[in-house]
């Protein structure tokens, strides 16, 4: 049975950035697990952008090593309150990310 994302973050959560960018922070359960997964090929600015359908070379990583804590951030597709918008606060953004599947 294959390591999610989930399984390895105590807590996962995404938010506005200001109106053109999100932030997922992942909060690693323990320094092994953030050691071990920060760096995994699923969590890559490739993976990423496929799953939020954006250019990778856009996705910024940002690791805080004393608090086991990755911030991802990414533009949004549309401004923050425009016509296409589903999710103002990009509250809802982590879930697309909970079952990546990690190499280890």
């Given at each position: 049975m294959?390591?999610?994302?989930k399984d390895v973050c105590h807590y996962i959560r995404s938010k506005v950035a200001g109106p053109f960018w999100v932030t997922i922070d992942l909060m690693f359960d323990s320094k092994e697990s953030f050691e071990k997964y920060s760096n995994d090929p699923a969590l890559s600015?490739?993976?990423i952008a496929g799953v939020y359908r954006i250019d990778p070379a856009s996705v910024s990583h940002y690791p805080v090593p004393n608090l086991n804590v990755l911030k991802i951030s990414y533009p949004r597709r549309g401004s923050q309150g425009g016509v296409e918008e589903?999710?103002?606060h990009s509250g809802q953004q982590y879930v697309y990310i909970l079952d990546l599947e990690?190499?280890?």
């Amino acid at each position: 049975m294959a390591t999610k994302l989930k399984d390895v973050c105590h807590y996962i959560r995404s938010k506005v950035a200001g109106p053109f960018w999100v932030t997922i922070d992942l909060m690693f359960d323990s320094k092994e697990s953030f050691e071990k997964y920060s760096n995994d090929p699923a969590l890559s600015a490739t993976s990423i952008a496929g799953v939020y359908r954006i250019d990778p070379a856009s996705v910024s990583h940002y690791p805080v090593p004393n608090l086991n804590v990755l911030k991802i951030s990414y533009p949004r597709r549309g401004s923050q309150g425009g016509v296409e918008e589903r999710d103002l606060h990009s509250g809802q953004q982590y879930v697309y990310i909970l079952d990546l599947e990690l190499a280890g």
